[in-house]
């Protein structure tokens, strides 16, 4: 990576959703900070000039979930693809999932974990390490100590910690961190065996079902525990109408608890799933129609906070196995904002829809707010929202290409991502007519 040395972006959007103002401007950058922002500035000798007519710049956008591998895993995916696939998605910060292999439940491990996101990664990777040991939903793991190594939040994302005594003592023993308690919220007992949602698609496919009560039955039970330790606790991935609707009446009730969705979750149902693609197999699975609509209405009235990937890189071998076999999950960073751009843009307005990837994930988290003004880091997004592209996941920065978006067009397309003054992606159509320009 290498700093800018001086950059002036002329015409842009700047969209802000810490300042919830939109407004016409250029932007000076040098090295690791945003120097000025105004309208009609001029180029200083030497400056690096881009034309951002018909841009938008927001500021560097953060992934509340994302599986990043390495470590046993680095077939999939390593902390270098994962982040530059990140980057060319326009996140900044990454929120990289506790289940590695070995998973990052104790000090060992993490400090190994931290020493190659510091070598490897290319934007903010910050770790979440396990609630449990092993994630077996037992023995409570050090949090005190994982999170003064750099832990950001603590979960067994994927393995719903079953035993409430259990899952009450974390929620005691976070409180000593400041840190969060991410849960990946379904009764395992009533989805055992399940690849995709119970009901009429999984009856005629012959495919065992995973009933949606198996969320909201978590939730609620969940959100008893938050009334009773009155603890910040954050429900990642919802996928149902229920729980969506049990959040909102915590919500309204004061609790101090959020929730994020996914990109695939308010774009695809259950019936999609019409050709065994095993690209479509998730964790938790595809819901119906009526649920993924329940989720946009959760985003449009604030109950849903954010948008988040799950991007979990697997590799051809194994999503080319029969759909009840193949692990779950697909790969999101590089099409999380055509996805939600299609499906939420009009709706929401600009400042809305992307404090769901800007403010409010770093809320959730207490991370510091980005924003596009003079003295603050050179970290942030451009964006053009007319570009028409067609997603191929093999020619993408992910090591893996697990991904059901294969050759979908698209409108609207990230140029380029800086992440504390590093140019740390281009698109290359972006790249070659900034150059020609240049010279």
């Known amino acids: 990576m290498t700093l800018i040395q001086g950059m002036l972006l002329k015409n842009t959007l700047a969209i802000d959703p810490s300042r919830h103002l939109e407004s016409q ?26 034309d951002c007519t018909g841009l938008w710049v927001v500021p560097g956008m953060i992934d509340l979930h ?20 990140a980057a ?3 996140f900044t910060t990454v929120v990289a999932m506790a289940n590695t292999e070995p998973p990052l439940d104790s000090g060992m491990v993490l400090s190994m974990y931290l020493q190659r996101i510091k070598d490897n990664a290319v934007i903010d990777v910050l770790p979440v390490a396990c609630v449990t040991k092993g994630m077996k939903g037992e023995e409570l793991t050090n949090m005190v100590e994982l999170a003064e190594m750099g832990a950001i939040a603590f979960s067994d994302d994927g393995v719903t910690i079953q035993n409430m005594s259990v899952l009450r003592r974390a929620m005691e023993y976070v409180q000593l961190t400041g840190k969060t308690i991410i849960s990946h919220a379904e009764d395992k007992d009533m989805v055992e065996g399940g690849v995709i949602t119970e009901g009429i698609v ?12 198996a969320e909201a039955v978590a939730v609620a039970r969940e959100l008893e525990l938050v009334r009773l330790i009155n603890v910040p606790y954050h429900f990642t991935h919802l996928t149902t109408a229920r729980a969506v609707e049990l959040i909102r ?38 819901r ?17 906070d954010a948008i988040a990937t799950d991007h979990a890189p697997h590799t051809r071998l194994e999503k080319s196995g029969m759909f009840a076999e193949c692990p779950v999950g697909m790969i999101g960073l ?24 800007t403010i409010n994930p770093a809320r959730i988290l207490d991370l510091p707010e980005s924003t596009i003004r003079a003295s603050s880091p050179a970290t942030f997004t451009v964006i053009d929202p007319k570009a028409e592209w067609v997603y191929d996941p093999t020619r993408g920065a992910s090591r893996s290409s697990n991904s059901p978006y294969k050759n979908r067009k698209f409108t ?15 698109d290359l159509a972006f790249k070659e007519k900034r150059l020609a320009l240049t010279h």
Do not use: W
């Open 202 to 213: 999984s009856t005629r496919m012959g495919l065992q079902g995973r009933p949606a009560a």
């Open 334 to 357: 590089e099409t999380a904002f055509a996805v939600c751009g299609h499906e939420l843009l009009e709706t929401l307005g600009r400042l809305k829809f992307f404090s769901l990837f």
């Open 288 to 304: 119906l129609e009526l649920d993924r609509k329940a989720l946009i209405e959760g985003l449009i009235d604030g109950t849903i």
């Open 88 to 90: 060319a998605g326009g």
């Open 25 to 50: 401007c250029d932007i000076r950058i040098s090295g690791d900070e945003i120097i000025e922002h105004g309208k009609n500035l001029s180029a200083s000798p030497g400056e690096e000039t881009i």
């Open 66 to 85: 994302t599986h990043m591998r390495d470590l046993g895993q680095k077939d999939k995916e390593d902390l270098h693809t994962g982040s530059r696939a």
């Open 249 to 286: 009446q915590a919500k309204s009730e004061g609790l101090p608890v959020t929730a994020d969705v996914t990109p695939h979750h308010i774009s695809l149902s259950v019936d999609a799933i019409c050709h065994y693609d095993t690209n479509l197999k998730m964790n938790p699975p595809l």
């Open 412 to 426: 609207g397309k990230v140029v380029m991502t800086v992440n504390k003054g590093n140019r740390v992606y281009e």
